[in-house]
């Protein structure tokens, strides 16, 4: 029913206005050509990331958004560090962590937060 659909993340935040200096400006996201009062919509890949303003945001434990980073994943760990973005590290998860990269065999990883604290995640599949 729904495995040839594309699926889009959504994301509760506190302030909209640093969900848009972030997502936009750090994050380097484009917004959708109209943003609706109280929702933003960012093209990403071939789906959307939908932010949306809450009286009362709350983040869970598990990722809100995931990117296919690729092959791109210490790059864009860089970027984001010169951006003052602080990634997370999760030693629990058995991986060799280096400076906010996890690395497990072939696979990398990097976990980082909004202002709102939505769990964000780039891995390189």
């Known amino acids: 029913m729904l495995r040839d659909k594309t699926s889009n993340a959504i994301v509760a935040v506190g302030d909209l206005e640093r969900a848009r200096r972030f997502y936009g400006e750090t994050l ?65 998860l058995g991986m060799q962590i280096d400076r906010g990269v996890h690395r497990a065999g072939d696979f990398a990883a990097i976990w980082f937060k909004d202002p709102d604290g939505n769990v964000l995640h780039v891995n390189s599949m």
Do not use: C, F, H, Q
């Open 28 to 92: 380097g996201l484009e917004s959708g050509d109209e943003d609706m009062d109280g929702v933003l919509g960012y093209r990403t890949g071939d789906s959307w990331l939908v932010v949306y303003r809450s009286d009362n945001p709350r983040p869970g434990t598990g990722n809100a958004v995931a990117w296919s980073g690729g092959g791109d994943v210490d790059a864009i760990a860089d970027a984001l560090r010169a951006k003052g973005v602080t990634l997370e590290e999760y030693p629990d």
